[in-house]
């Protein structure tokens, strides 16, 4: 297990993160209904002595535009030991639920920013994840599925290139996804119920 | 227009019919956010000479089974002139999202129930709507959409033998979906927005 | 159809554009539970083909005044393509209901401010819809009615010399109430329920 | 002054009388904001040597049907000294905002139902008060102005047959409208603001 | 009748004028609960061709200092006709309710910050009305009733010396507590219901 | 100390009492905010090698008529081992607030109800307490005052003849009142602050 | 892993489970905050093959007679395939926070009750789990931990003998009690925190 | 008694002493449910004669650096005579609920810190009373217990080298816990219910 008494561990992403955690930055009772509590509650519960402060900036709807612009208040200013980022969901959504947007968020430059990211937060930390954005869409040929795997694959590539952990959440459903519906997950194939919060957990606990 | 002064329009079915309706039959002030208040409000504005009263006895949630269950208070003894059925969407939903359910309402169940609530009721009013389910999906091969077509078709067939009136809701949205995204309308594929509503409302506006 | 894919349209005006719509300026969800949102619908259902992003910048109780006042950040900083305004009914029921008023509206002011804002403003967009006001009342001698007309006929002559295109709500409503009493739209003779705002959306989409 | 000490005074009606009264039956801190707590107040401001109870049961919505269908629980049960009954308006407006009624409550209907009432409760009283039903219009060809005054006779003639006090609200506003405009009084013509409700008590206490 | 059609007469005082006005200045609807409200609707009933308009600057426990702390933004920057002052009630209240207060406000304070504020409002009104606090305590020995009567006196005597209308409230609760026992009016002898404030209304009409 | 471990002791009286007790009957966090409160506070603070469970079946507005209707379910079913009883402000107070009231409670049925209760109450209890009813009045000739002390000296009697415990009220407080005016303690010279309450905890507290 | 795809595992006890489930029986949604929502997330990420219905039929404050009153309801009727039982802190727990209460569940009644309800409900279920009450106090002669175990070790006998899986929470704790501190987990050393119910979680699944 | 009429007396500390006043700093009704409300009305109640002003500024959570950072603004500006601190308890809490904090106060500091404020405020006071934290746990070996002792050992001897009134509440609470188990008090055994409190305050006042 990476982590070590006194480190803290921050995720930072969008409503798969956030969850209702507190405002600006949540911790303990306010970390939120999602997999990063259960994340905290599983370090907690299997290793009490390793002492890991968590941390959740997550805000729901952003895209890897609105990290940017928070990046430095919300997480290097937080000093964290390690960085959690799920982030593009909401930058391949929205092209497809507010095509009227003026600013979308392409994969050039989704690619751009969050490897900016993770190039100068890697100097800061003992680490860093990426997890991937995810569609609960089975259909491979369904144009935002497609869409998300490009971004998807942007994230891999990203994880690769810089040497950070890589989780593959769309991995971690598609699995599950082959033996049950998607409806057993979520309504709208992007927010999971809380079993798909713990599939998303157990990938992340799978990586430290 | 089929509708004559003082006749009693009655709409039924699950949530997309219901809406927020008032309980337990919605009428004027009290008829949903959905489209069963935007064909009250057309029928009003474009035909002011004839005096149309709209209820909405929608409940979310019903599958065909509770239609008959709550029939004879909800329809029956309301005694209106013209009935419209939306049902089906929760009977097929069911069996992707409550796969556990032991009282899974299957294609032959639902044929049956819904022929026999409509050759009875059709002995009472002047002229029956049916309505299909629908699921804003454009992939056909998607395992909830084929289902929800096995439904539809039950509908059209209930129509044709029984000289209801047919709306077909799926193509309705399909032709929609030709040229947007589902997401446009939606976030579940089940619950279109006011744009989906306007679509809904049409389709039966044009079968008046 | 005049709008084409990427136009805004925003709609200012009072209590009868408002309806509720989200501060400062409503859109999509937020654009209120009145005749914007029922164009909003109708251009979405029936035009998919053509992206248009709607926006909702009225606030119950404003005059031709308070438009004066934030003109600049609730219209022109938002450069929309398209702009409908109707205004003028409060600037007429404040001589009735709030006479000892000091600052109130009169017909030269009306004409005067209204007149400055449509010539600046038609430089800056593709179009503008001039809406008049109304007053259900079918009784022309009503000194509430006859004031309103007067300031109806200032909007019309308005939009004759503009060359904004004319919606006239006043004869909307007529027409409807030649039929039915006003009371079957209104409580106030100023505040339509669904069905008069189906007639203002019904007259505004005749003109476009 | 006609009430004695230990006299209880109960006035019925519709939205006018009850204002929010506490429910079955208002008094003291529960009568309600409208004419009934005007009176109440006068009476012990400028008669303290005279204690008299205050009831108000009035109920937003009813007609003279609904009097009579809660006539023993609502008065004969309470056996108060002195009877005020206002009632109308509603059998009224009815016939105008919801047409399509299939109970309207016509003027014969009106009559029968309201003198039966009166000479029942007459044996069993002091005295009965008959308030008018008003309508705040100043054109006397208004369908609806008309309909009331239709109605304002009706309970003018049982009045002056039962002997029962007669208060004409619909003369008391006349009076004042003639010098200022409905609109200052109120929105829908038929819910006075306090203003209104001033007046209606001084009609009332003009007639003790 | 002193008002001219307008005048803006002004009320300012403690939580008797107050009674839930809206904040700062209450005015039509948001004139409070109080005898203010019962002034402003029997100068409306009773005297329609003068158009007058009615505020209410009451804010419940001010004390004379208060008033003169918020005279300017409160009553001489709104520029009123007339001025209605009632206060001194909180100022004898607090010497028996909060001993410990440093900053009581006895006699000479009261009469000195009072005295200055009629002599400069005097200049910028058409006139002044003051209202005496009072005491609904007829034992004119208790030690409050008679701290009250001093203060009474003082109010009284600014009266005589400005030319301002005097109204005696406590004369005029005195005549209605020879009758009824004080418990009819009020709990804490201080706030009186309805019937007290019809007093207090009925005191101030007297007086224009 | 009377009580022994195992010992329930129940308060019952009006709102002096119940002072927001749980309903029927309050306990432990449910006793409410008076002295009840802090009797129980002060018997297990003082006295923890006795274990007693103190009840609330305090009502807000009960008179001695009230207490018979109830006694079987909120004392005798209860088995309580001691009773408190603190009765008859309400009794008084009707008197002055609600003349009109025909049910008053006057004192010879108040004397004869309470005595009943006593007599029946001492055969199943180990002991009863009985406080007067008090009113925070220093003038002795006040009328509540002169009333409230005839009660009083009802419950001194009937505590004489019974053997029950006597709790004199009124003359902690006028003790108290010898040195501080009756605003310190209250507003309505009957609902007594903290202070107040502590005042009557620590006279029931003598007498255990 | 012992489940079977249409099995229903219900849980039953005090407030441990419950943690805010739906009433009567929660389930889905409805499953509350604690360990039997952790369950459900873990059963559905890790074995998707296998549909298991979770229910929770957890009550705060229940003691082994409450489960005995409502089994029938609450779990008989219910026909589970399995039960899990975890009962026995509020039985110790009073005899610690309500000393005076009359009805104590001593051991000898709490093991006839419990041992009853297994046996019983053995022959109607695949199977038991029986989870041992816990208080999170490591001293182990603190007179609450002693108690605590005595009914730990009651659990355990009737597991033995019955054939019940056990589950031994106090166990659990205790292992990671010997790193981290109580306070880590809980205020009171009754209702953990996450941390606390995902070892609870983790114990359970450990057995499955 | 050692207050004087006119005083004021200021307690200070963490959410025992806070227990929900009223913020900044509360009085009188705002002065929160614990044992300052207690203090404050048994200084009225038992001496009359001294009018003692209470003021509360204890906030939930402090730890002696958080009253350090707020002492001048809601302790020097408020200018009490007398001073009342009771700190400690979450300094020990946070050692133990929240290992991970980085700005833990130990012994040192929080002696540092403490003696520091109290030799400032001895010049500006009349007197200054010091409270110790407390623990309400019996076993003195319990590692919290401990390490609470040690800061009240430390409270101790600030008291004595600097002449405060020494006031100590685990004493207090050890002589009640000899004969009760802390479950009677407590759940956390660090927030006491009334009981508890009227202890704290029975201790408070045995120092005056």
Redesign the interface.
């Known amino acids: 297990m990476v982590f070590e008494t ?1 480190d803290t561990l921050l995720f930072i992403g969008d409503s798969i993160t956030d969850c209702g955690q507190a405002r600006p930055v949540g911790e303990r ?1 306010g970390l939120g209904a999602g997999y990063v ?2 994340v ?3 370090l ?3 290793f ?2 390793t ?3 968590v941390l959740n900036a997550g805000i729901s709807g952003n895209r890897v535009t609105d990290l940017e612009a928070r990046w430095k208040s919300d997480v290097t200013d937080l000093k964290p030991d390690w960085v959690s980022i799920m982030i593009g969901i909401n930058d391949v ?1 929205r092209q ?2 507010r ?2 947007l003026e600013d979308q968020v392409g994969p050039e430059q989704f690619q751009s920013i969050l490897a900016k990211l993770v190039e100068e937060t890697a100097k800061e930390v003992k680490g860093i994840f990426l997890m991937t954005p995810f569609f609960l869409e089975t ?1 491979l ?4 599925r497609a869409k998300m795997d490009q971004y998807g694959a942007i994230v891999r590539e990203i994880a690769e290139k810089s040497g950070a952990r890589f989780v593959d959440t769309q991995a971690a459903f598609d699995k ?1 996804l082959a ?6 997950l979520c ?3 992007v927010h999971p ?7 998303l957990a ?1 990938a992340f606990l799978a990586a430290i």
């Open positions: 006194g009772e509590s259960l905290n509650s599983a907690g519960a299997r009490p002595e002492v890991v402060s959504w497809f639920d095509e009227e259909h040929q369904d144009p935002m599950y033996k049950r519906p998607t409806q057993s309504g709208d194939r119920n809380l079993v798909g919060h713990q599939i157990d």
